[in-house]
């Protein structure tokens, strides 16, 4: 991994579960997430911070998939992402 793509990783992690946040519980210590998109090829930028729950759990972005998680939640990977970079 390049050094400026660890920084930049260390510095979402740092933020905390972006989810929690959104839902005021408060920073809750977070894994990193890879947005992917269609086609597209994996951007630095396109990762935030998610908590093991809100990461891998059932209620979850991988548990519920992407559309699940858009209504459970009211938001998405790309508002949660908007928001992140907007903290940085
Ligand atoms: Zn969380
Ligand atoms: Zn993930």
Redesign the pocket.
């Known amino acids: 991994m390049k050094k400026e793509q660890k920084q930049h990783y260390d510095k979402i992690a740092r933020l905390g579960c972006s989810l929690c946040r959104y839902l005021d519980y408060g920073e809750t210590p977070c ?4 947005i992917r998109r269609f086609g597209g090829k994996r951007d630095l930028c396109e990762v935030i911070g ?1 908590c093991p729950a809100h ?2 759990g059932n209620s979850s ?2 548990g519920l998939g992407r559309k699940g998680f858009e209504a459970r939640y009211g938001i998405d990977e790309q508002t949660l992402l908007d928001q992140t970079l907007k903290l940085l």
Request: cysteine-free.
């Open positions: 894994e990193i997430h890879h998610l990461h891998r972005i991988h």
